[in-house]
């Protein structure tokens, strides 16, 4: 147990949709990571938020967004939803100096 | 762009120690060499990290070549929980510390 929680587990929903993933990083970690696993793109980096911040953003399309909130948990939330964004989605945390990350479990999401 | 270059795929037999080469080329001065696997089913999991000297924990030991081109992951005695995909990611020293996965080493353990 990573010590970092996401939630829903799995998620269906249909083209044109709107999902929000949520993750709730290790007690006192700041930085919070977002990535997306596909088995055509492999595990990609899509943003991440330290303390509330935006702070650096990877492949992450204008149709995605996220926030961190200030009790630190942070929300995914996808729009407009294609039958490419099926994936698994991983939320990571990490301490203020970087070093390790924590990885949740993910959130499958399944557009059909 | 991973910038980092693994063997696709390793066996190993039960017990015996697994060396995971890495290569990474390129590398500047201040990245990291950090090694997360990933079990079937499940999110990646860090394993070791390393700057410039060799590295041990209680899960391997990171031998990391002096010109720094180049890295070992090292399991003691591979298990079969250790069956995973192993990557070998460089990591910037400062600002975002985001991970840029490539396609990692599947190892398979022969019981």
């Known amino acids: 147990d990573s010590g970092v929680t996401q939630t829903p587990k799995h998620l269906i929903t249909a083209t044109g949709q709107r999902v929000t993933l949520r993750c709730s990083p290790r007690?006192?970690?700041?930085?919070v990571y977002w990535y997306q696993q596909s088995l055509d793109q492999g595990l990609q980096f899509l943003i991440q938020y330290y303390n509330g911040e935006e702070r650096a953003k990877g492949n992450i399309l204008e149709r995605f967004s996220a926030q961190q909130f200030p009790d630190l948990h942070s929300e995914l939330n996808l729009s407009s939803l294609e039958l490419g964004d099926s994936a698994l989605y991983f939320c990571?945390?990490?301490?203020?100096?970087?070093?390790?990350?924590?990885f949740g479990p993910g959130t499958r999401l399944t557009v059909t | 762009d991973a910038k980092t270059t693994q063997p696709n795929s390793m066996e190993s037999n039960e017990e015996e120690p697994v060396h995971l080469p890495c290569n990474h080329s390129t590398i500047s001065g201040t990245d990291y060499i950090h090694w997360y696997r990933q079990l079937p089913s499940q999110g990646p999991e860090y394993v070791i990290h390393g700057l410039t000297s060799n590295v041990n924990n209680r899960m391997a030991s990171l031998a990391i070549a002096e010109d720094r081109k180049s890295s070992t992951l090292i399991l003691h005695r591979a298990t079969l929980r250790d069956a995973a995909v192993y990557y070998c990611?460089?990591?910037?020293?400062?600002?975002?510390?985001?991970?840029?996965f490539g396609k990692g080493t599947k190892l398979s353990v022969i019981p």
């Open positions: 990611i460089r990591r910037g020293g400062a600002g975002s510390y985001q991970l840029t």
């Open positions: 990571a945390s990490s301490g203020p100096r970087g070093g390790e990350q924590y």
């Open positions: 007690s006192g970690d700041l930085s």
